[in-house]
């Protein structure tokens, strides 16, 4: 495909890679009547709901915020591929939807949930509702020496490239399905790499490739976070040379293992090509959650609201979508979801799903002043009941304090944010669940890096009215969550439905840090 792939590695350096693709009529009479020469690439930005893997996945499948499917992080505890989550949850995929309602055949192949096999949640022999070919990858990200699970039965894999590299295996056992798959049924396939996950393992031939790349040098590299939240603070600025060699190794490392990735799109939308079914074929590239590299003098890791962690790309080829388009219009990961639903002909209303079908925007049928102007972001802190021994100074209650004790998490590292995008505003509100219920504030027109937090200088009702929108989606279900924003025209404020006090739906402060 040459200079036409769909995804180039510098566009990806953030990214942990997901790709779907859907066919409504795969072959016959009927599909060759109805092609359409659609060759797209269409961009929007993404946000995600959650900026941690096992939650942001969750909301994916789900269509709903994490306050909603409670997997609130990437443990067994937290939820994450629990018992609990496949009683209350799995069936109710989106997935499991187009597979019982819609008639199609479903493929899944790479990293699922993060304790997906434990021991205590049904092993690699539970297969989740909604798929007729499953291929999960136990538990997290790996490279090398890992273990699938081929519909239920164990493969064990191990450390010969030629057989074993993670992002090849699952190239291929892609292209088989395609080969082998049902030609009178639509299909759903669901291709989920580690890639460019830690441990950032690249393959043999592209060890060598971006020697000199180094991870970007934005406004907020190396900056100290003075007015941001305490665990924001306690960032070591400037970082140690020996954490920015660190940081742009891991750069560089991700790009690597993204030229693999870049390999596997390849080859399906090749193969695609050639088995004349592309035309005819909707293909999202997406990822659940972003990455920071320096960013506020944090050196590698995500968790945090700002921008560079809580918002990925997001590209979508298909029928009816206009080449070269970029779109602005607020979406998220928990509208996925019902936009496949609805390219299948099945509606979001029947659902108890949060988000909403972005379709139309993709075939230019949505203006802005119709779409939604706010989302939710929710994270629940995590820490050690005990002090990190490489770091006693810190004492319990933090975690994730790599390289050099800057601790990238924390117990009270828990927050809830509106993000609105809207033609007379682009803003960033949200507060901790911590003693001081700090808050933080961004213009983020105005401040793209989000230098400045404005929480102590923003009119006070603005933050009045912020304030009660938050309240009200973190409650929210269904169709609530996509009720008019503060900057939409259709928004009405009543103070009297205030709440008497701030009340934090999704989390439960455990510990206090500081």
């Not at 949640?121 to 070919?133: C, T």
């Not at 009215?465 to 269904?478: D, E, F, I, V």
């Amino acid at each position: 495909m040459g200079s036409n792939r769909l995804c180039q590695p510098t566009l990806l350096s953030c990214l942990l890679i997901c790709v779907t693709v859907w066919i409504n009529l795969s072959s016959g009479v009927f599909a060759k009547l109805h092609r359409r020469p659609n060759i797209v690439l269409f961009c929007l930005f993404l946000f995600v709901a959650s900026p941690l893997c096992c939650p942001s996945r969750a909301s994916i499948l789900t269509g709903k915020y994490p306050h909603n499917h409670h997997v609130i992080n990437n443990t067994l505890e937290g939820n994450c591929s629990s018992k609990a989550w496949q009683k209350s949850e799995e069936a109710q995929t989106f997935p499991a939807l187009l597979k019982s309602f819609a008639g199609y055949q479903t493929f899944f192949a790479g990293k699922y949930l993060n304790q997906y096999g434990h021991s205590e949640a049904g092993g690699v022999e539970h297969v989740p509702p909604g798929w007729n070919y499953w291929v999960g990858l136990e538990k997290n990200s790996k490279y090398y020496n890992y273990t699938l699970s081929l519909n239920g039965k164990a493969q064990k894999h191990g450390a010969d490239y030629s057989k074993d590299y993670l992002t090849d295996v699952l190239a291929n056992m892609s292209l088989d399905f395609l080969q082998y798959k049902s030609n009178y049924q639509p299909f759903f396939m669901m291709v989920s790499t580690p890639a460019p996950h830690s441990p950032w393992t690249a393959a043999p031939q592209y060890q060598d490739r971006f020697n000199t790349t180094k991870a970007p040098r934005d406004p907020n590299f190396n900056v100290h976070g003075k007015d941001k939240h305490w665990l924001i603070r306690q960032a070591k600025t400037p970082m140690s040379n020996s954490s920015v060699q660190f940081l742009d190794d891991a750069f560089r490392k991700r790009w690597q293992t993204l030229l693999s990735v870049d390999d596997l799109v390849e080859k399906i939308v090749e193969r695609l090509e050639v088995r004349g079914e592309l035309d005819n074929t909707y293909i999202f590239f997406t990822s659940d959650n972003g990455y920071h590299t320096g960013q506020f003098s944090l050196p590698v890791d995500k968790r945090q609201l700002y921008e560079f962690d809580i918002r990925v790309p997001l590209m979508v080829r298909g029928p009816n979508i206009k080449p070269n388009q970029t779109s602005q219009m607020l979406v998220a990961n928990v509208d996925l979801g019902p936009t496949i639903l609805d390219i299948a002909g099945y509606s979001v209303n029947k659902t108890q799903m949060d988000g909403m079908s972005f379709l139309p925007i993709m075939e230019g049928r949505m203006n802005s002043s119709s779409w939604r102007t706010d989302i939710l972001v929710e994270y629940e802190g995590e820490g050690r009941n005990v002090s990190d021994p490489a770091c006693p100074l810190l004492g319990p209650g933090v975690s994730e304090c790599f390289p050099d004790c800057v601790c990238e998490d924390s117990y009270n590292n828990t927050y809830a944010c509106v993000r609105t995008v809207a033609p007379s505003a682009n803003l960033q509100y949200c507060e901790f669940d911590d003693n001081e219920v700090f808050a933080e504030v961004y213009n983020v027109t105005a401040d793209p890096y989000q230098l400045t937090n404005i929480a102590k200088t923003i009119d006070q009702e603005i933050l009045e009215k912020m304030n009660h929108r938050l309240m009200l989606l973190q409650s929210c279900s269904g169709q609530s969550c996509r009720t008019p924003g503060v900057y939409d025209p259709r928004y009405k404020f009543d103070p009297r439905q205030m709440f008497s006090s701030h009340s934090w739906k999704l989390s439960r402060l455990r510990q206090t840090t500081k």
